[in-house]
């Protein structure tokens, strides 16, 4: 299938990344919009500032995309592998961080913390992994759903369009969502 002949929303994860592996930038592009969101936020988290999270979430993509070639994606959706290298990539820069700091007289970026705290790293991580079960545990129309408004930021009748679904049906299933969202983050916390 030609780059430009992907359907948008219409493609899964795993045939997106046959195609991506094999060299499609468009699938890879896809692949992209969909979960850069979700990558930073849990690099921001991880990191623990703006800066450090979006070269984490660019460094989780291009191991990605290195790694590519030789996935065997185990599920419907590429955020948990993505998670798990951005999980390392996010350990590596602190490490690197606090290595720099140790052989530099400069002063510290204020920013950056002193010490990784390694108790919140677990509750982070447990946290992401408890959201991805859930969005993993959602109907293929909600996860749709979900990446269309709640990852590529698009509006309730965008969504509503590109799944061919009324308007209504994107907004209430995307409140149940988010309602089921805040309950695992508060049971998590």
């Given at each position: 299938m030609p780059d430009d002949d992907l359907p948008h929303g219409a493609t899964g994860d795993a045939e997106l990344v046959?195609?991506?592996?094999?060299g499609s930038e468009h699938a890879f592009r896809?692949?992209?919009r969909a979960y850069v969101r979700p990558v930073y936020w849990l690099a921001h988290g991880l990191?623990?500032?703006?800066?450090?999270?979006?070269?984490?979430?660019?460094?989780?993509?291009?191991?990605?995309?290195r790694k590519l070639p030789g996935l065997d994606?185990?599920?419907?959706?590429?955020?948990?592998?993505?998670?798990?290298i951005c999980r390392f990539q996010s350990a590596n820069r602190v490490r690197r961080q606090r290595r720099d700091r140790l052989h530099t007289t400069a002063a510290a970026d204020e920013d950056l913390p002193a010490t990784v705290d390694v108790e919140q790293q677990v509750i982070d991580e447990g946290l992401a992994d408890a959201i991805l079960r859930e969005?993993?545990?959602?109907s293929e129309l909600d996860r749709a759903i979900f990446r269309l408004c709640a990852?590529?930021?698009?509006?309730?009748?965008?969504?509503?369009?590109?799944?061919?679904?009324?308007?209504?049906?994107v907004r209430n299933r995307l409140s149940r969502i988010r309602t089921r969202l805040r309950t695992v983050v508060?049971?998590?916390?």
């Open positions: 046959v195609l991506a592996a094999g896809t692949l992209y990191v623990g500032n703006p800066a450090d999270a979006e070269e984490v979430t660019q460094e989780t993509f291009l191991v990605a995309w994606l185990a599920g419907d959706s590429l955020l948990p592998w993505l998670a798990t969005v993993a545990g959602l990852t590529e930021g698009y509006a309730y009748q965008a969504a509503a369009d590109e799944l061919g679904v009324a308007h209504g049906v508060k049971e998590s916390t």
